[in-house]
T-cell receptor
Framework: DAGITQSPRHKVTETGTPVTLRCHQT?????MYWYRQDPGHGLRLIHY???????DKGEVSDGYSVSRSKTEDFLLTLESATSSQTSVYFC?????????????FGPGTRLTVL | KQEVTQIPAALSVPEGENLVLNCSFT??????LQWFRQDPGKGLTSLLL?????REQTSGRLNASLDKSSGRSTLYIAASQPGDSATYLC????????????FGQGTELSVKP
């Protein structure tokens, strides 16, 4: 199994509070991704990173920001959490764009915004 | 806009049956297609990856095919077992947004003993 961990694994928070989710990898892979999974929508890309300090938006990026100061860590921040951000968040990594490798997924973080 | 559809949404079969899961996509400009398995409350486990230049991949009892021209892929599971019960997700890799994956909504498979 690829070495990907996510923290926290579960979090309950209140509307309007900031929340930061962490993805940590031990594979030294260049690309990292944040997806969210919702019933009826499947998994959708929030943000991705193609190197240290190199990040870009995905299809559902509103209300989220990311940072990557080290190869191994990719942080997802909800600046002011809303109930619509209640979801399961998955981090994924891959060696390189268009590589023959799959994207390896972390175990997920279940976030509930009350 | 690329869209991925999986049919059926749910499937229940008796143990030992061979079965086929279907995936269709609207844009043939993909660099690969992947099948994942997801158990309840868990992350995604990669099953098979087919590069855009390939037609099929096999791993044990699993065989996945890809027909880019028709925008279709199938996942064939031979001699199904109760341990195969899970949600199966199809995803296509696209050339924009960092090579992101676009997922179907999955087929929930139940294999009855």
């Amino acid at each position: 199994d690829a070495g990907i961990t996510q923290s926290p694994r579960h979090k309950v928070t209140e509307t309007g509070t900031p929340v930061t989710l962490r993805c940590h990898q031990t594979e030294n892979h260049r690309y990292m991704y944040w997806y969210r999974q919702d019933p009826g929508h499947g998994l959708r890309l929030i943000h991705y990173s193609y190197g240290v300090k190199d990040t870009d938006k995905g299809e559902v990026s509103d209300g989220y920001s990311v940072s990557r100061s080290k190869t191994e860590d990719f942080l997802l921040t909800l600046e002011s959490a809303t109930s619509s951000q209640t979801s399961v968040y998955f981090c994924a990594i891959t060696r390189d764009y268009l590589s023959t490798d799959t994207q390896y997924f972390g175990p997920g973080t279940r976030l509930t915004v009350l | 806009k690329q869209e991925v559809t999986q049919i059926p949404a749910a499937l229940s079969v008796p143990e030992g049956e061979n079965l086929v899961l279907n995936c269709s996509f609207t844009d043939s400009a993909i660099y690969n297609l992947q099948w994942f398995r997801q158990d309840p409350g868990k992350g995604l486990t990669s099953l098979l990856l087919i590069q855009s230049s390939q037609r099929e991949q096999t791993s044990g009892r699993l065989n996945a095919s890809l027909d880019k021209s028709s925008g279709r892929s199938t996942l064939y599971i031979a001699a199904s077992q109760p341990g195969d019960s899970a949600t199966y997700l199809c995803a296509v890799g696209v050339y924009n947004q960092g090579g992101k994956l676009i997922f179907g909504q999955g087929t929930e498979l139940s294999v009855k003993p």
